[in-house]
């Protein structure tokens, strides 16, 4: 195949785009999203907060722009029902606004969720006095959160072990500020996943005028009581970790790709990446051309092996390096990801899978996975399962800048966080 040359717009970040979703419901006055991500996970983040009595309005000419109107009185609609589909951020999220609705909620979600660890968030707000039904088996979806009948008064003490996902840390982070006494919260487990996500939440509690605290090393965040409102207008940030595919490929396939209002500083994981590609052989550069800087990534056909490779970091972008380092010129480890086996679908077994379904090498380690080399010729194309997952999705389609008959089946699931994938790869490839 021809080197790239393409530049590629990645639209707005899943995990930017549904805490503002959230704190701007929290918050007193409208607030205008721009550059929202438009995707099955924020559509399900919007469509959850107008269950619960919030107003989200889609602008007539931009579909990124998304004004919110949080319920009067800052009380939410309880005797509701909410459905997350697959997303983390919607199952995690939101049960945390349950706490202030004005009757029981209740939660559903695609039947691949109900396998996703649900219960260190819900714990967390039993101990806040909420009280949580399982209709199916304890600890998953679906279930029934009613508020308590009142809140705690002074300072809440929450104790959780979050090494399943960061997310159940930043469930509770994101809503302690609205608790009268505020909140201590405690992660019980060894090791934090995803911290870069966490700090990601303290920011934005930040921005919306919250003052937490964060001890990483004892594992303790304090959120002060405090009023939440996000300025007017935010804008937010392209989705750095979707990015990864189409960088990536300029490993894979050789040659340049180059992503738009690529951010100076970013609370996103994604951040991570362009570090990440440098190490496994990329050249990397952040021009800025007409006041946009763009990060352009060059490659030369060369990948390589990392060895071991910690990525408790961003563990989101694990299947898109997984793919460029098939084509490694030496193994990789890629450990500190033992919780992707709770993500969309159980990732760590999925990557093996696919890899073995080329010709390619890979292995289960206890908290990640091995890579190993094998010769070009051994690699083959074939029909690529994808899991209800849009990340086994794009995984795939990079396989196939390499591996001729290549085929993504479901390519659709991409919808998750990248509406329009098919059209941006067949773009970059220039067709
Ligand atoms: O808070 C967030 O927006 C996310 C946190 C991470 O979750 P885990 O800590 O469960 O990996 C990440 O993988 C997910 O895609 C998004
Ligand atoms: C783990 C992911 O998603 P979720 O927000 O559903 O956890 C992901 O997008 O890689």
């Known amino acids: 195949m021809q080197p790239l040359e393409a530049t590629v717009t990645v639209p707005g970040s899943k995990s930017l785009s549904?805490?503002?979703?959230?704190?701007?419901?929290?918050?007193?006055?409208?607030?205008?999203?721009?550059?929202?991500?438009?995707?099955?996970?924020?559509?399900?983040?919007?469509?959850?907060?107008?269950?619960?009595?919030?107003?989200?309005?889609?602008d007539a000419d931009v579909e990124t722009t998304v004004t919110v109107t949080p319920p009067a009185g800052g009380r939410f609609r309880g005797n509701t029902d909410l459905f997350c589909g697959l997303a983390g951020t919607v199952?995690?999220?939101?049960?945390?606004?349950?706490?202030?609705?004005?009757?029981?909620?209740?939660?559903?979600?695609?039947?691949?969720?109900?396998?996703?660890p649900m219960k260190p968030v819900l714990d967390g707000l039993e101990?806040?006095?909420?009280?949580v039904e399982y209709h199916g088996e304890i600890g998953k979806l679906p279930f029934t959160i009613t508020p308590p009948a009142a809140l705690p008064q002074t300072r809440a003490h929450v104790s959780i072990d979050s090494s399943g996902s960061s997310q159940f840390i930043s469930g509770l982070l994101l809503i302690g500020s609205r608790l009268p006494g505020g909140l201590t919260l405690q992660h019980t487990g060894e090791k934090t996943p995803s911290?870069?996500?966490?700090?990601?939440?303290?920011?934005?509690?930040?921005?919306?005028?919250?003052?937490?605290?964060?001890?990483?090393?004892?594992?303790?965040?304090?959120?002060?009581?405090?009023?939440?409102?996000?300025?007017?207008?935010?804008?937010v940030e392209p989705?750095?970790?979707?990015?990864?595919?189409?960088?990536?490929?300029?490993?894979?396939?050789?040659?340049?790709?180059?992503?738009?209002?690529?951010?100076?500083?970013?609370?996103?994981?994604?951040?991570?990446?362009?570090?990440?590609?440098?190490?496994?052989?990329?050249?990397?550069?952040f021009p800025v051309i007409d006041d946009v800087r763009y990060c352009e990534v060059t490659g030369n056909g060369t990948v390589h092996g990392l060895g071991t490779f910690d990525l408790t970091a961003?563990?989101?972008?694990?299947?898109?390096?997984a793919a460029v380092l098939v084509f490694a010129d030496a193994s990789t480890d890629m450990v500190g990801i033992g919780h992707l086996r709770g993500h969309e679908t159980n990732r760590l077994a999925a990557l093996v899978a696919e890899i073995a379904r080329v010709g390619g090498k890979a292995e289960e380690l206890p908290d990640g996975l091995r890579i190993e080399p094998v010769p070009a010729e051994q690699l083959r194309g074939a029909d690529m399962e994808t899991y209800a997952d849009h990340r086994m999705a794009t995984f795939a389609a990079m396989l196939g800048l390499r591996i001729v008959g290549i085929k993504v089946k479901n390519v659709a699931t991409t919808r998750k966080t990248l509406p329009d994938f098919v059209g941006m790869w067949n773009g970059m490839l220039g067709e």
């Open 239 to 285: 989705d750095l970790s979707n990015a990864a595919p189409f960088l990536g490929a300029a490993l894979i396939a050789g040659g340049t790709v180059r992503v738009p209002h690529w951010p100076e500083t970013t609370t996103q994981p994604g951040g991570l990446l362009p570090g990440y590609l440098e190490q496994m052989g990329a050249t990397v550069a």
């Open 91 to 116: 199952m995690r999220f939101v049960p945390g606004l349950a706490l202030f609705a004005d009757g029981p909620v209740h939660f559903d979600g695609d039947e691949q969720a109900y396998a996703r």
């Open 314 to 321: 961003a563990g989101e972008i694990a299947p898109s390096l």
């Open 195 to 235: 911290l870069p996500h966490i700090r990601m939440t303290v920011a934005d509690v930040t921005g919306a005028g919250g003052e937490v605290h964060a001890d990483e090393t004892a594992r303790t965040w304090t959120v002060e009581p405090r009023a939440l409102q996000l300025p007017d207008t935010v804008t």
């Open 127 to 131: 101990q806040l006095g909420a009280t």
């Open 18 to 58: 549904n805490r503002y979703l959230i704190l701007a419901a929290l918050g007193s006055q409208p607030v205008r999203l721009v550059g929202l991500l438009r995707s099955r996970d924020t559509d399900l983040m919007m469509g959850a907060l107008e269950a619960l009595g919030v107003h989200c309005e889609v």
